[in-house]
C-alpha cells in the first residue's frame, strides 16, 4: 500500500463573509444545521434537484423541527425558504417521497 494515499473526501465550502454575516447568525441552531446538511449534498451541478428525505434525518431532527424549517408539506413556507436560503423544488411527504431543494445562493456564493 503506497504511503500517499489518495482520500476522495467531499468539503463543504462556507466563506467567511457568510459566517460573519447578520443573516448567518440571525439563524436558529437547528437552521444552521439543517442547511449546512442540505448543503453537503450540492455537488455543483445538482441545484434545484437536492434531496432531503424526513426518515433519513430521523434521529438527528425532531419531526417538529424539521417542518419549522423546512415548512410542511402543504405550505413549504419554512424559516430557511422565507428567510430567503433555499427554494423548495420539489414536493415530498414526511416518509415516503423526498422533497428536493434548491440553493438560492442569496447569502452564499453558488457556483
Not at 467567511?16 to 444552521?32: D, G, M, N
Not at 419531526?63 to 423548495?88: F, M
Amino acid at each position: 500500500m503506497s504511503r500517499w494515499k489518495k482520500s476522495w473526501r467531499r468539503f463543504l465550502k462556507m466563506d467567511r463573509e457568510v459566517l460573519k454575516s447578520a443573516q448567518w447568525k440571525s439563524l436558529s441552531p437547528v437552521e444552521k444545521s439543517i442547511y449546512i446538511d442540505i448543503k453537503a449534498e450540492y455537488n455543483g451541478g445538482n441545484n434545484g434537484d437536492i434531496p432531503f428525505h424526513y426518515s433519513e434525518h430521523k434521529g438527528e431532527y425532531h419531526p417538529k423541527d424539521i417542518a419549522k424549517v423546512l415548512g410542511g408539506p402543504k405550505t413549504g413556507e419554512g424559516s430557511l425558504i422565507t428567510k430567503g436560503w433555499l427554494e423548495k423544488t420539489m414536493f415530498g411527504g414526511r416518509y415516503r417521497y423526498k422533497c428536493f431543494y434548491k440553493l438560492t445562493g442569496k447569502f452564499d456564493n453558488i457556483k
